[in-house]
């Protein structure tokens, strides 16, 4: 069951979804060759904490940190640790949410470290914008797949590739919540979009083929045939005047990163 939020929920989730945003930006600037991943999961839980917060993946289901830190060819859940560095040319997707007052947000970036290749910059822009496409079809009326289609169509008109393992999903008094938002798919399927619907709208994208796995420890998850891939995410609600993303301040307009 899909559940609507009223106005007053939706409030609380955008306080939680600055406290993301701040921390996401706070980490982002961050990023630098010889950082460990450690470091920015320190940052990132202490912050949390600071305002008022609880980290809202540590413990989840077992995982281990407060930030998901994924460099080069792991798509989603890499595990922070104090081995891992930062190295001139990575790029590397910072996943964070937070709990606050029995509400969640959660977003992503892909963030390059130092100076990239060109193509790994084509990769982050692309993704980027298959979120930026997917969140204008946040509309009252529109159907759910009309959000994967935006992403699936812009991604695979540059060339590359939408992971299929993992995939967006509704986010409220849970992490996760009715409905799974594919990025793929055929426009014009699944629910239609209805005020107070929000959704963690969160386009993964590979160089090469859609594929991954899961390494031994459970978590990060890999591209199968070691390109790159970057992830880009935001908290987004129906609204009667379109999308409003929680997860930045309202004045912020444009992009979504």
């Known amino acids: 069951m899909i559940v609507c939020k009223s106005s007053a929920e939706i409030e609380t989730m955008h306080r939680a979804g600055l406290i993301v945003w701040e921390v996401l930006n706070e980490l982002r600037m961050m990023v630098a060759p010889g950082v460990s991943t450690q470091e920015l999961d320190r940052v990132a839980e202490k912050r949390a904490k600071e305002r008022g917060a609880r980290p809202a993946f540590k413990g989840y289901?077992?995982?281990p940190a407060s930030l998901c830190a994924s460099i080069n060819q792991e798509v989603v859940h890499g595990i922070p640790s104090t081995g891992r560095k930062l190295s001139e040319g990575d790029i590397v997707s910072l996943d964070y949410g937070v709990e606050l007052e029995g509400y969640f947000g959660?977003?992503?970036?892909?963030?390059p470290v130092g100076k990239v290749r060109p193509e790994l910059e084509t990769l982050m822009r692309v993704t980027r914008e298959s979120l930026d496409l997917a969140i204008e079809k946040v509309q009252p009326g529109n159907r759910l797949s009309d959000v994967g289609a935006a992403v699936q169509q812009w991604v695979e008109r540059h060339g590359f590739s939408v992971v299929r393992e993992f995939v967006g999903h509704g986010?409220?008094?849970k992490m996760h919540e009715e409905p799974s938002v594919l990025n793929y798919g055929q426009p014009g399927h699944g629910p239609r979009l209805q005020e107070g619907m929000v959704l963690a709208i969160e386009p993964m994208v590979n160089q090469g083929t859609p594929n991954v796995r899961v390494l031994d420890d459970g978590w990060t998850a890999v591209t199968a045939d070691g390109k790159h891939s970057a992830h880009f995410e935001h908290?987004?609600?129906v609204t009667a005047n379109g999308p409003w993303i929680l997860t930045r301040p309202k004045e912020v307009t444009g992009p979504a990163w």
């Open 171 to 173: 986010i409220g008094t």
């Open 61 to 63: 289901r077992g995982y």
């Open 235 to 237: 908290t987004v609600a």
């Open 106 to 111: 959660d977003a992503a970036v892909t963030v």
